[in-house]
């Protein structure tokens, strides 16, 4: 199993551009997160998914979106990239309920400019 | 407000000590309290992680401490190793989907 795995791995963008992290695993979890981790901070969650066809927001969703169209993907959109979205974004996922652990992938830094 | 307080911020010991970090919360649905562990470059892994039913945890060198009462519980990490050097942050969530509520971080540098 390669577990989770994000793409891309680093990216520049300027102000007001968009752009799709990737987020895929192949464990079979019905449960994925969004995470930003800003420097020397804790995580914060952005969106989750409990399953295929539904999302719901987090602590901090502004300037994000998600779809969950697959069991295995979980991309986040950024639409009209901002300074303040330069950050660290983990992805990760949990199998369900009754199973606690939530596995991260390597993570996307962004820098927005 | 859901609000997780971890301390210290930074952490230096030589090896062999005992470092100890802390997690205050304020939220009682809590019921899952982990610690999990960054190293640089990397995502944050689960280290070890308890449920309010007990008081104490211990996997290999790592020990959770929990006070249901005090609502508070803390990492010990036993004959600390400079492979231990990492970022710890507490994490606790309620039941459901399992949102992390993450601390601040703790930053634990253990030297030869």
């Known amino acids: 199993n390669a577990g989770v795995t994000q793409t891309p791995k680093f990216r520049i963008l300027k102000i007001g551009q968009s752009m799709t992290l990737q987020c895929a695993q192949d464990?079979?979890?019905?449960?994925m997160y969004w995470y930003r981790q800003d420097p020397g901070m804790g995580l914060k969650l952005i969106y989750y998914?409990?399953?295929?066809?539904?999302?719901d927001k987090g602590e901090v969703p502004n300037g994000y979106n998600v779809s969950r169209s697959t069991t295995e993907d979980f991309p986040l959109r950024l639409e009209l990239a901002a300074p303040s979205q330069t950050s660290v974004y983990f992805c990760?996922?949990?199998?369900?309920?009754?199973?606690?652990?939530?596995?991260f992938g390597p993570g996307t830094r962004l820098t927005v400019t | 407000q859901q609000q997780v307080k971890q301390s210290p911020q930074s952490l230096i010991v030589q090896k062999g000590g005992i470092p100890i970090i802390n997690c205050a919360y304020e939220?009682?649905?809590?019921?899952?309290f982990p610690w999990y562990q960054q190293f640089p470059g990397k995502g944050p892994a689960l280290l070890i992680a308890i449920r309010p039913d007990v008081s104490e945890k211990k996997e290999g060198r790592f020990t959770i401490s929990f006070n249901k009462s005090a609502k508070q519980f803390s990492l010990h990490i036993m004959d600390s190793q400079p492979g231990d050097s990492a970022t710890y942050f507490c994490?606790?969530?309620?039941?459901?989907?399992?949102?992390?509520?993450f601390g601040a971080g703790t930053r634990l540098a253990v030297h030869p």
């Open positions: 464990m079979n979890h019905n449960y």
């Open positions: 939220n009682t649905a809590f019921d899952y």
């Open positions: 990760a996922s949990r199998l369900g309920q009754g199973s606690y652990e939530q596995y």
């Open positions: 994490a606790p969530a309620g039941s459901g989907y399992n949102k992390l509520i």
């Open positions: 998914s409990v399953g295929a066809g539904i999302t």
